[in-house]
């Protein structure tokens, strides 16, 4: 299967941004308790009120993907990372930051969830490993530049130069002495062109693999209180159809002649 490039590309686009967004919660937190004058005890609850959406909202990010679809699972994540931003933007306060941050970690975790599978797809499994890896690589040197971004917006914010149009922009909308504020306009700004691509392009439909419906179909019926029987019922009839399938997989790699061929 011919990689579906322009669909890699905006997978990479989308880990890119949530590199930025997830990685720069270090550098800004604790800008935000000195501006807020808050002990470290208080402070710690910004960066729990963001990675505890992660733990609570995986499981139901996956029930929402598989029942709404990737393109519009990642729009609603999107959206909500705006949402997020805009409300800790327009009002910098301590007790406005924590639901913020909770909503864009509600947005990183469905994104997580829902772009993995379509890589997959996009890439073609055979390909998958390298475009994994090339995901991961681009994720690193976002994680890296983001903090770069954060320094350079409150440096040229502080010395109040307005330098370019954008610190202009920014100048005007963020409050004096909160020069990290910016740092929320730019993840709405970042987060509404996504809502934008997202809606424009027509994304491949994912076909999960038996363990990805398995994990789906067991959370589901949990919910809806069937019993521990059924759900391993269910395990076992997924492991043995993975089993079928990895067994056919695997009679790919057979001897012709004198040598090993791999997959063709």
């Known amino acids: 299967m011919k990689p579906n490039y322009p669909i890699v590309g905006l997978v990479f686009l989308i880990f890119m941004v949530i590199a930025v967004i997830t990685n720069i919660l270090g550098a800004i937190v604790p800008d935000v308790g000195t501006a807020f004058g808050l002990s470290k005890f208080l402070v710690g609850f910004l960066p729990l009120s963001f990675f505890l959406a992660y733990g609570v909202f995986s499981i139901p990010s996956g029930m929402l993907v ?6 519009a699972a990642i729009a609603v994540a999107f959206g909500l990372a705006l949402s997020g931003s805009l409300m800790f933007a ?37 390909h998958f490993s390298f475009f994994s890896v090339m995901a991961q690589a681009l994720f690193g040197l976002s994680s890296y530049a983001g903090p ?3 320094s350079y917006l409150v440096q040229e914010l502080q010395s ?29 700004a970042l987060s509404a062109a996504m809502v934008v691509v997202i809606l424009l392009v027509r994304l491949p439909r994912v076909d999960r693999k038996d363990d990805e419906l398995f994990v789906v179909a067991l959370n589901t019926a949990r919910s809806s209180g ?11 009839d997924t492991d043995s159809a ?23």
Do not use: C
């Open 66 to 71: 598989e029942q709404y679809r990737e393109k």
């Open 90 to 126: 327009v009002f910098p306060k301590y007790a406005v930051s924590l639901p913020s941050l909770f909503a864009i970690g509600v947005g990183m975790a469905t994104l997580q969830v829902a772009i993995n599978p379509l890589l997959r797809v996009a890439g073609g499994e055979q």
């Open 148 to 150: 770069k971004i954060y």
């Open 160 to 188: 109040g130069k307005k330098s370019n149009a954008l610190v202009s922009v920014l100048a005007g909308l963020v409050p004096k002495g909160m020069a990290w504020v910016s740092m929320y306009w730019v993840f709405g």
């Open 226 to 236: 069937v019993s521990d029987s059924s759900t391993t019922s269910m395990a076992t």
């Open 242 to 264: 993975t089993s079928a399938r990895s067994a056919m997989s695997g009679s790919v790699w057979v001897s012709t002649g004198s040598g090993s061929h791999g997959p063709t």
